[in-house]
């Protein structure tokens, strides 16, 4: 058994630990620090109205 350590419940890290706990093969232990806050790393990344073709500059710059 593999033993796998997951920092962070937010949607990522509860995802990962789903489908990693469904294989018998790893053992998974999530780390957070309570229910109730909103992530604090990667707010920025799900961007669903961002597009190359309106935000030239932001689109240039993240390259």
């Known amino acids: 058994m593999k033993k ?3 920092i962070g419940a ?3 890290g509860s ?5 990693l706990s469904k294989n018998p093969v ?9 229910i109730g806050q909103a ?3 990667a707010a920025g990344i ?3 109205w961002f597009s190359k073709r309106r ?3 932001w689109y240039r ?3």
């Open 39 to 41: 992530t604090k790393a």
């Open 10 to 12: 937010g949607i990522v």
């Open 61 to 63: 710059m993240a390259r």
């Open 15 to 19: 995802a990962v630990a789903y489908y």
């Open 26 to 34: 790893y053992q998974v232990t999530v780390f957070d620090h309570g």
């Open 4 to 6: 796998v350590a997951i």
């Open 46 to 48: 799900i961007s669903p």
């Open 55 to 57: 935000n030239k500059a």
